[in-house]
């Protein structure tokens, strides 16, 4: 299986913040990596697929970067509601295999 | 648009199967990839396998010995079944349409999601 870490585990931010969160696959996955928000007692969402295509309805502030193994999920201008966990993902095999999550929380 | 809603036990004894339904609304289940997925208190999301219309699947390893999918596209609805579970079985389970495009190879992704059912093992 493909192990996917990501890191930090959790970071405290503020409104209108900067924040990266980076995600390493144990080999290379082209760009077949997708990275999803998950709020409290909700499902995952999508945010971005193929590594660096914004879903659409998904606002501007997210973005991704990477290629090979190693990826970035950029929030430009921390909203409210987007302090929450996120997720990467593969998709280059089965098992699809997700990161742990990192945490976003308020400072 | 389409929607995705789990259902089945919440209590599941411990050795017995856990058995799951997906119902799919605002389309047709035919043509796609069909995952479940579940998630642990705390910890992320773990593919458990897929299905796609023609009854093709594809299993976790980790979970092939106990997990079954099957789908009834006149219902439109996707089933789950895991046989002799264990309190390690505890969690919400969501199931999820996978989509995606080709370009020089296909790239995928699991977009909608149902909200997901808690289901706890448990004597």
Redesign the interface.
Same mark, same amino acid.
């Given at each position: 299986?493909i192990q996917m870490t990501q890191s930090p585990s959790s970071l405290s931010a503020s409104v209108d913040d900067r924040v990266s969160i980076t995600c390493r696959a144990s080999q290379i996955i082209? /760009?077949?990596l /997708?990275w999803?928000r998950q709020k409290p007692g909700?499902?995952?969402?999508?945010l971005i697929?193929?590594a660096s295509s914004l879903?659409s309805g998904v606002p501007s502030r997210f973005s991704g970067s990477g290629s090979g193994a190693d990826f970035t999920l950029t929030i430009r201008g921390l909203r409210p509601e987007d302090f929450a966990t996120y997720?990467c993902?593969q998709?280059y095999n +089965?098992?699809? +295999?997700? $990161?742990? $999550?990192t945490k976003v929380e308020m400072k | 648009q389409m929607q995705l809603q789990e259902s089945g036990p919440g209590l599941v004894k411990p050795s017995e199967t856990l058995s799951l339904t997906c119902s799919v609304s605002g389309g047709s289940i035919s043509g796609y990839w069909w995952s479940w997925i579940r998630q642990p208190a705390g910890k992320g999301p773990e593919w458990i396998g897929r299905i796609i219309s023609s009854g093709h699947t594809n299993y976790s390893p980790s979970l092939t010995s106990r997990v079954s999918m099957s789908l009834d596209t006149s219902t439109n609805q996707i089933s789950l079944k895991l046989t002799s579970v264990t309190a390690a079985d505890t969690a919400v389970y969501y199931c999820a349409r996978e989509t995606g495009l080709k370009t020089t190879s296909w790239y995928l992704w699991f977009d909608p999601w149902g909200q997901g059912t808690l289901v706890t093992v448990s004597s």
């Open positions: 299986d082209d /760009n077949k /997708n999803y909700k499902a995952p969402e999508l697929y193929a879903q997720y993902q998709s +089965t098992p699809y +295999t997700f $990161g742990q $999550g | -």
